[in-house]
Every structure is written in structure tokens, then in C-alpha cells.
Nanobody
Framework: QVQLVESGGGLVQAGGSLRLSCAAS????????MGWFRQAPGKEREFVAA????????YYADSVKGRFTISRDTTTNTVYLQMNSLRPEDTAVYYC????????????????????WGQGTQVTVSS
């Protein structure tokens, strides 16, 4: 059974930083593309960042580019999202997602392409 467990969310002031973690189990982490999505109250879920199975290709939403960094650790089957210079509009529930992929450098940014999802972790940025 595949499990994705997010952690690291919380309350932070604008301009602060948080690092989210997503521990994956029950899947072949080394052949999975990993992504982060978020959903704010009253809004649709949106793409944040993705990292290829090889780890050397990343893709970001324009709204977070230059502030967020996605990374992965194959020794612990964990994907991270380092979030700096946080803004109130970053407030949302953040979800980790996984997709088994054939190509080593592929990344995906449509949520319908992902097979597995975590339960989410709340990030609240106060102004």
C-alpha cells in the first residue's frame, strides 16, 4: 500500500521559511516523479513544484519560482519543499503526489497525471 506522509507545515510570518517533507513508502521511489500541489480555501488545487525521478530536472509554478526549492533523497525516500520568502498568498494545504514514470527526466504539472496523494499539511502565512 502506497503511503505519502507530509510534515513540516505550520504558522509563519510573511518573509519567513518552512521546509515541508513527504515520506514515501509502498512504491518504487527511485522511479517515481514527485510533485507538490496546494489548495487554498475556496480555490482549486494548483501545481507548485515537481522533480524528476533522476532528481536533476525540476519545474516550478511561476508564483513560487525563485522562492521554493524541491529536492529528493533516495536514501530515505523523502521529497522536500523548501519555502523561503513566504507570502500570505502561499497559505494553503500542501499536498505531496507521486507518479511512476518511465523517463528519468520527465516532470508533470497536471494533478490528474499523479497516481498517489498524501493527506496534506497546512501552511499559514500571516501578514
Amino acid at each position: 500500500q502506497v503511503q505519502l506522509v507530509e510534515s513540516g507545515g505550520g504558522l509563519v510570518q510573511a518573509g519567513g521559511s518552512l521546509r515541508l517533507s513527504c515520506a514515501a513508502s509502498g512504491l518504487t521511489f527511485s522511479t517515481s516523479v514527485m510533485g507538490w500541489f496546494r489548495q487554498a480555501p475556496g480555490k482549486e488545487r494548483e501545481f507548485v513544484a515537481a522533480i524528476s525521478r533522476s532528481g536533476d530536472n525540476t519545474y516550478y509554478a511561476d508564483s513560487v519560482k525563485g522562492r521554493f526549492t524541491i529536492s529528493r533523497d533516495t536514501t530515505t525516500n523523502t521529497v522536500y519543499l523548501q519555502m523561503n520568502s513566504l507570502r500570505p498568498e502561499d497559505t494553503a494545504v500542501y499536498y505531496c503526489a507521486a507518479k511512476e514514470a518511465i523517463y528519468t527526466r520527465s516532470v508533470y504539472y497536471y494533478d490528474r497525471e499523479y497516481h498517489y496523494w498524501g493527506q496534506g499539511t497546512q501552511v499559514t502565512v500571516s501578514s
